[in-house]
């Protein structure tokens, strides 16, 4: 059972910056993609950042210069470290895992910026 594990969310300043991890465990494959989307109230969820086993990746257009994912080699954990964040950023997180085109889910985490 592959299980995908958030941490790092909380609570930080306009301006500020915050680094999330996400570690997926439990899948005999290593990632086709991990990435990260994000869900605010009231609001559709969204793609974040993505990254390809072969280091292809994605961001949103409000997050280009100011986000960047990255991935630990050899394990299937991926990192999102968030600068100059805005109130905008504020949302539940969630992680993704593709493994074997099938994919998982973490429960996210809370990221909230305000002064």
């Known amino acids: 059972q592959v299980q995908v594990v958030e941490s790092g969310g909380g609570l930080v300043q306009p301006g500020g910056s915050l680094s999330l991890s996400c570690a997926a465990s439990?899948?005999?494959?290593?990632?086709?993609?991990m990435g990260w989307y994000r869900q605010a109230p009231g609001k559709e969820r969204e793609l974040v950042a993505r990254i390809t086993n072969d280091d292809n990746i994605n961001y949103a257009d409000s997050v280009k210069g100011r986000f960047t994912i990255s991935r630990a080699n050899a394990k299937n954990t991926v990192y999102l470290r968030m600068n100059s964040l805005t109130p905008e950023d504020t949302a539940v997180y969630y992680c993704?895992?593709?493994?074997?085109?099938?994919?998982?889910w973490g429960q996210g985490t809370q990221v909230t910026v305000s002064s």
């Open positions: 993704e895992a593709v493994f074997a085109y099938s994919n998982y």
């Open positions: 439990g899948s005999a494959f290593s990632f086709n993609a």
